[in-house]
């Protein structure tokens, strides 16, 4: 089973608009990530928020940890029609390896 | 600096038989993991290689299996192939063993089992 689920699954926004997605993970975790998929093609990090942060900025993409919730959101400001993507949680197993849960993900989209 | 490559890029098989995918890792990146990404799923995680040896696995069965070489390229192997096991197979490399940072992914492999 996945451990992240993203919320919502889809989100449709006009260009310039903010869009915000949350994630909710189940078991203690290092690090939360953030990675974006075009349409069934490969992952593309976006940013990685440690354990002991609770935000962090990348550009347009603002990140916060809440680990006494177990969630993330993922804001990204001022949207594009290019932002049109999948966007997934992914935290760590702590397994040793690059074992990674990801969530079901979010697709937005966005207007032009 | 070369990212991630994978091949093919598509492929169909039919039910029972056998598939071998393949990975080219990032420059300077010693570790390969691989996903499998069922449609409307977020990627799954099946195992990884480091140093030519599998260190990790997830819940899959033994017949998926992997190799990784010496210049730290993988290949997937799926024996006895499954309808189920239609689905994206992306590559992902880093250049340390633990999920300390982030990985760089392939396009994938879009594997259609018949």
């Known amino acids: 089973s996945q451990q992240g689920e993203e919320d919502p699954q889809a989100l449709s926004i006009q260009e310039g608009e903010n869009a915000t997605m949350n994630c909710s993970y189940k078991?203690?975790?290092?690090?939360l990530q953030w990675y974006r998929q075009n349409s069934g093609r490969g992952l593309v990090h976006l940013i990685l928020?440690?354990?002991?942060?609770r935000e962090k900025h990348s550009g347009r993409l603002r990140v916060t940890l809440d680990t006494s919730k177990k969630s993330s959101s993922l804001l990204i400001t001022a949207s594009r029609a290019a932002d049109t993507a999948s966007y997934f949680c992914?935290?760590?197993?702590?397994?040793?390896?690059?074992?990674?849960?990801f969530g079901t993900g979010t697709r937005l989209t966005v207007i032009p | 600096e070369t990212g991630v490559t994978q091949s093919p890029t598509h492929l169909i098989k039919t039910r029972g038989q056998q598939v071998t995918l393949r990975c080219s890792s990032q420059?300077?990146?010693?570790?390969v993991s691989w996903y499998q990404q069922a449609l409307g799923q977020g990627p799954q995680f099946i195992f990884q290689?480091?140093?030519?040896?599998?260190?990790g696995r997830g819940n899959f069965p033994p017949r998926f299996s992997g190799l990784q070489f010496p210049n730290y390229s993988s290949e997937l192997n799926v024996n006895a192939l499954e309808l189920d096991d239609s689905a994206l197979y992306l590559c992902?490399?880093?250049?340390?063993?633990?999920?300390?940072?982030?990985?760089?992914f392939g396009e994938g492999s879009r594997l259609t089992v018949l």
């Open positions: 928020i440690r354990s002991n942060e």
């Open positions: 078991t203690s975790i290092n690090n």
């Open positions: 992914a935290t760590d197993a702590g397994t040793g390896a690059n074992n990674l849960f």
């Open positions: 992902a490399s880093s250049p340390r063993r633990q999920s300390t940072g982030e990985l760089f």
């Open positions: 290689y480091y140093r030519e040896e599998e260190n």
């Open positions: 420059s300077g990146h010693n570790t």
